[in-house]
C-alpha cells in the first residue's frame, strides 16, 4: 500500500507541475500575441489576404491586347464573272475588210461591194464585256490581327468574381479594425455605446483594390464604337456568383439575398433559359466538351489535335472538322428571341438583380478577323477610344 500511495503521489506530483508548465506556456503566447496581435494584422494576415483579393481584382479588370501575325499563302481558284461595259483604245492598227452596200447618189446603188480600211492606233472603241475571268494562283496573306479582349466581358469573369466576393468581407474587415493599441480604446467605446462601427463599410482599399498594370491596354485602338454583328450579341443568363461566408456575402449583396440568394435565383435563370430554348453549353461550361463531340477526336488520344511543326502557323493551332454539315455544328438561337441588331441583349428573370454590361463591339471591316474587341472595365468611364 505504501508504494501504491508514493507511485500516487508521483503521479500526483507530476500532473500539477506539467499543469503549471502549461499555463505558463500558454500565458507567455498570449502575452506574446497581445503585443504583436496588430503587427501579426498589418504585415503578414493584411498582406496575404488582399494581396490574393487584389489579384482576383486585377484579373477580371485585365483586358488582353495582342497582336498577331499572319503570313502565309493560299491558293485561289476561281472564275470571275465580268460583266460591263468600257471603252478600250487600240494599240495598233487594225486592218477591215467588210463586205458594204454603197449608195452612189442619183438612185444608183452598188452591192456587195468589199471594203478595205484600217483602223489607226489610238482608235477608242465602246465595248461590252460579257465573260468569266478564271483565276489560279497562290495569294501571299500578311496581316497583322490586333485583338482587344477585355477579360471582364467574357465568361472568365464569373469565376474571378466569385472569389474576389469570397475575400471581400474579409478584406474590408481587416482596414476596418484598428491598426494598433491606440484605436483599442476608441472601438470598445464604440461598440460599448451600441454603436458598433460597419466593418464591412467602403475604405479607400475597397475603393481601388487593385493599383493598374505594368503595361497599357487598347492604347491608340480606335475601333471600340463599332457595332456587333447581330448573331454576335451575347445574352444575360441572369445567373450570379455564389459570393463566399453566407452571413458576409449578404451584407454587400443584400438585393441578391432579398431575392432568395444565388440558388434561388440560378435556378429561376436556368428554367427561363430552358424555357426559351437557349442551348446549355452556351451558359453552363460545358462548351469545351461541346466543341470536342463536334470537331471528334482525330489523329490523337483525348480530342486534342497537336500544332503543326515547321508550317509557319505562327502557334495558331488548327483543328479539322469533322464531316459533320456546318449547320449541325451551330448552337441553335432560340426561335423566340432572334438577335435584333439594334436591340440591348435580352435580360435575366425579374427576380434576377442584374449588373449593367458595357459590351465592347467587335470591329467590323477593319481587319480584325472577327475578334471581339471590348472596352476597358465597366467602372473605367472614360471615353471610347485611347489615345
Known amino acids: 500500500m505504501r508504494i501504491l500511495k508514493k507511485i500516487g503521489g508521483l503521479i500526483r506530483n507530476f500532473m500539477i507541475l506539467f499543469s503549471f508548465i502549461v499555463n505558463i506556456v500558454l500565458l507567455v503566447i498570449v502575452i506574446a500575441l497581445g503585443i504583436l496581435i496588430f503587427d501579426i494584422k498589418n504585415n503578414v494576415v493584411t498582406p496575404l489576404i488582399t494581396g490574393l483579393h487584389s489579384s482576383f481584382v486585377g484579373l477580371n479588370d485585365a483586358t488582353i491586347d495582342w497582336t498577331i501575325p499572319v503570313r502565309d499563302e493560299i491558293p485561289v481558284v476561281l472564275d470571275i464573272p465580268l460583266q460591263t461595259e468600257t471603252i478600250v483604245t487600240l494599240t495598233q492598227n487594225v486592218p477591215l475588210t467588210l463586205n458594204a452596200q ?40 500578311s496581316l497583322d490581327v490586333r485583338a482587344v479582349i477585355p477579360l471582364s466581358e467574357t465568361q472568365l469573369h464569373d469565376p474571378v468574381d466569385n472569389l474576389r466576393l469570397t475575400f471581400e468581407p474579409i478584406v474590408r474587415a481587416l482596414y476596418n479594425l484598428p491598426n494598433g493599441f491606440d484605436g483599442v480604446l476608441p472601438f470598445a467605446n464604440d461598440v460599448l455605446d451600441g454603436s458598433p462601427p460597419n466593418l464591412l463599410a467602403e475604405n479607400d482599399y475597397s475603393l481601388q483594390p487593385w493599383p493598374g498594370y505594368s503595361r497599357t491596354a487598347g492604347l491608340n485602338y ?54 426559351q430554348g437557349v442551348p446549355a453549353p452556351a451558359y453552363d461550361g460545358t462548351m469545351a466538351a461541346y466543341v470536342v463531340s463536334m470537331r471528334g477526336t482525330t489523329g490523337t488520344e483525348g480530342g486534342s489535335i497537336p500544332p503543326s511543326e515547321g508550317s509557319g502557323d505562327l502557334g495558331i493551332v488548327v483543328q479539322p472538322q469533322t464531316a459533320a454539315p456546318l449547320a449541325e455544328n451551330v448552337l441553335p438561337v432560340p426561335d423566340n428571341n432572334p438577335p435584333q441588331e439594334s436591340a440591348v441583349p435580352p435580360t435575366a428573370p425579374e427576380s434576377a438583380p442584374q449588373v449593367e454590361s458595357q459590351s465592347a463591339p467587335p470591329d467590323v471591316g477593319s481587319g480584325d478577323m472577327g475578334i471581339i474587341a471590348g472596352t476597358s472595365s465597366p467602372h473605367d468611364d472614360s471615353p471610347k477610344g485611347l489615345g
Open 102 to 141: 454603197i449608195d452612189l447618189g442619183g438612185g444608183n446603188t452598188l452591192d456587195n461591194a468589199t471594203v478595205f480600211l484600217s483602223l489607226p492606233a489610238g482608235t477608242e472603241l465602246p465595248v461590252r464585256l460579257d465573260l468569266n475571268v478564271p483565276v489560279d494562283q497562290m495569294l501571299d496573306v
Open 222 to 275: 480606335g475601333l471600340f464604337g463599332e457595332s456587333w454583328p447581330a448573331q454576335n450579341l451575347p445574352m444575360q443568363t441572369g445567373i450570379v456568383a455564389e459570393g463566399g461566408i453566407p452571413a458576409l456575402d449578404e451584407q454587400l449583396r443584400p438585393e441578391i439575398y432579398a431575392a432568395g440568394g444565388p440558388d434561388v435565383i440560378n435556378q429561376q435563370a436556368e428554367q427561363s433559359l430552358q424555357a
